[in-house]
């Protein structure tokens, strides 16, 4: 039989009614259990969270509400996975845009994944944020988990030859950024606000890789904070790097000692 009795906890949920059963979890009951989950999820799209039911959720599934609870462990973990699908959706249109976008900068990506971001996916998932900020002990599942979904795709579009760790640095930026950012444009409608906050994400993205390019020819690993001064680079830590016959130029020992003390000045081609 394709099913075995519940009246059991189940996990992070509430006791199932005895007399309900559950899939066995073949591979023909779980074909049936994605069907159902997209056709929740096609409703959710476009009508959002607002009165959200397992009855509403078995008219939209074209079933009823009990063949959902063979399939799920109730309307709470219908709707989780639910949430879990509509952002491996948003990551997918996401990627795709990205894939599109010219020039390939970090910058122009995280540009192109944000058009993404705000896609119809957006009204679902920040209603789901806001419902686990107002009752966290039920609806913590909603957002459990975001930040793992996210991350490998933002590591993907980090240049190839940065290390994990500054990939994983930059990542997390771009990912508080970007939630931020969402935020705001969800709760004050200030999209002029939220535009010129991403053309200094943007600025910072390309300096970022401006330091990376530059530094390349030396070997070095950027250290500390860098900012962007008239087309060069300084940093406020010596970087950890072996020079190259780039360092052994004319002019460039001279550069180094008249920079200030502590300061290494990485110059750029003149503008």
């Known amino acids: 039989m394709d099913a075995v009795e519940v009246g059991t906890p189940v996990a992070d949920g509430p006791l199932r009614p005895a007399g309900y059963r559950r899939s066995a979890g073949t591979p023909r009951g ?116 975001a930040s793992q979904q996210y991350m490998p795709s933002l590591l993907s579009i980090c240049p190839p030859d940065w290390s994990e760790q500054r990939k994983l640095e930059v990542s997390e930026m771009i990912l508080a950024a970007l939630r931020g950012f969402l935020i705001d444009r969800l709760t004050s409608g200030n999209t002029a606000g939220v535009e010129a906050g991403f053309e200094a994400l943007a600025r910072a993205l390309d300096r970022e890789e401006a330091a990376s390019e530059l530094l390349t020819g030396q070997n070095c690993e950027p250290r500390g904070s860098l900012s962007c001064n008239r087309g060069h680079i300084w940093s406020t830590r010596r970087p950890a790097c072996t020079s190259t016959g780039n360092a052994r130029r004319s002019g460039s020992s001279a550069a180094a000692r008249s920079a200030p003390p502590g300061i290494i000045r990485a110059a750029t081609a003149p503008a």
């Not at 779980?30 to 509403?56: I, K, M, P, T």
């Open 30 to 145: 779980e074909a049936r259990r994605q069907e159902l989950l997209g056709r929740v999820v096609d409703d959710l799209a476009v009508n959002g969270l607002v009165d959200f039911s397992l009855r509403r959720a078995a008219r939209a599934a074209d079933t009823t509400h009990k063949v959902l609870l063979y399939h799920f462990d109730g309307a709470d973990d219908l709707l989780r996975q639910a949430i879990l699908a509509l952002r491996d959706r948003r990551i997918a249109n996401s990627l795709a845009a990205i894939r599109d976008v010219q020039p390939q900068t970090l910058a122009a990506r995280v540009r192109a994944a944000w058009s993404a971001l705000v896609g119809e996916e957006s009204r679902v998932l920040d209603q789901a944020i806001g419902l686990m900020m107002y009752d966290p002990a039920r609806y913590a599942g909603l957002g459990q988990g």
